[in-house]
C-alpha cells in the first residue's frame, strides 16, 4: 500500500512537472533561435563597413534559370549573404559545402526547423541533398524585379545601402520561413518551394515558436540588429498578402 502511494505520488508530479519541462525546452528553443539571428545580423553589421555601407544580395544561384548554377544575366546573386557573411561569424560559405553536406544546424537553422521528404516538394528541389533554410532575408529589401513593387514605382539597386533606409527599427531584415509547403497564408498546399530560397516574402512566414499566453509566431532580425518577436506579418485584408501596402516600413525599406 505504501508502495503504491509512493509511486500514485510520483505519477502526479511527473504531471505537473512534464508541461513546465516541455515550456522550458520550447522556450529555449525560441531563445537559440532569436541567438542565431542575432548572430546574422552582427554579421550584416560587421560587412556593410567594409562594403560602403550595402548589405549583401538576397538571393543566391537558386532563383537562377535553370537554378542552382551561375547565370551571366545575374551576377549579383553571386555575392547572396549565406555566401558572403559566414566567414565573418568563422563558419564556411554555404556554397563552400558540396550537396549532401548542407549544414542542418549552428547558426544555419532554427533547432525547431525540419524539412521534410523531398516529394513535398518542386521536383527541382531536393532539400535532403541540396539544403534549406529556415531564415530567411526579407524579399523587399533589394527591389531590382518587378514583382511586388508599388504601382509607379523603379526598379531599385540590387544592393541595399543602409543609410537610405528610412526606419532601420521597423523593417525587416531576416525572419524565420516555414519548410512545410502545406503552411504560408494562402498557400493551400502549393508552396512547394518551401525552405529552398534565401530571400522570400510574407506568405513564406513560419510560425513555430509557442509563447505562454499567445499563439504561435517567429522570431525576427531587424535592419537595425535588434529581434522581435511576431505573429501578425501577414495582412489579411489584403487581396494579395504577399504584397505589402506603398509605404509599408515594415517591409519595404525606405517610401516609394
Not at 516555414?178 to 510560425?207: H, I, K, M, N, W
Request: glycine residues 8%; contains cysteine; proline residues 7%.
Amino acid at each position: 500500500m505504501e508502495l503504491l502511494v509512493v509511486i500514485g505520488v510520483i505519477a502526479i508530479l511527473a504531471a505537473l512537472l512534464l508541461p513546465a519541462l516541455s515550456k522550458a525546452k520550447a522556450r529555449a528553443m525560441e531563445v537559440k533561435c532569436a541567438s542565431n539571428l542575432r548572430n546574422w545580423g552582427q554579421a550584416f553589421y560587421l560587412y556593410a563597413p567594409d562594403n560602403n555601407s550595402y548589405l549583401p544580395h538576397t538571393d543566391d544561384e537558386g532563383r537562377n534559370n535553370p537554378p542552382f548554377t551561375y547565370d551571366a544575366r545575374h551576377p549579383e546573386r553571386e555575392s547572396c549573404y549565406i555566401d558572403m557573411l559566414p566567414p565573418y561569424m568563422g563558419e564556411r560559405s554555404w556554397r563552400d559545402y558540396p550537396n549532401g553536406q548542407k549544414p542542418t544546424g549552428g547558426v544555419w537553422q532554427c533547432p525547431l526547423a525540419r524539412a521534410l521528404l523531398d516529394s513535398a516538394y518542386s521536383a527541382s528541389f531536393k532539400p535532403s541533398s541540396q539544403g534549406y533554410h529556415s531564415y530567411v532575408m526579407n524579399s523587399y529589401l533589394e527591389q531590382d524585379f518587378l514583382y511586388g513593387l508599388p504601382f509607379g514605382a523603379s526598379l531599385q539597386p540590387g544592393f541595399l545601402k543602409l543609410e537610405r533606409c528610412a526606419s532601420t527599427a521597423k523593417t525587416i531584415l531576416m525572419f524565420e520561413q516555414t519548410l512545410d509547403p502545406s503552411q504560408g497564408y494562402g498557400q493551400a498546399g502549393r508552396f512547394v518551394t518551401a525552405g529552398c530560397y534565401t530571400a522570400e516574402d510574407a506568405r513564406a512566414e513560419g510560425e513555430r515558436h509557442r509563447r505562454s499566453l499567445g499563439g504561435l509566431g517567429g522570431n525576427v532580425l531587424y535592419l537595425d540588429g535588434h529581434i522581435g518577436w511576431r505573429d501578425d506579418l501577414w495582412d489579411r485584408t489584403l487581396i494579395n498578402p504577399r504584397i505589402p501596402k506603398r509605404g509599408d516600413l515594415t517591409w519595404f525599406p525606405y517610401y516609394y
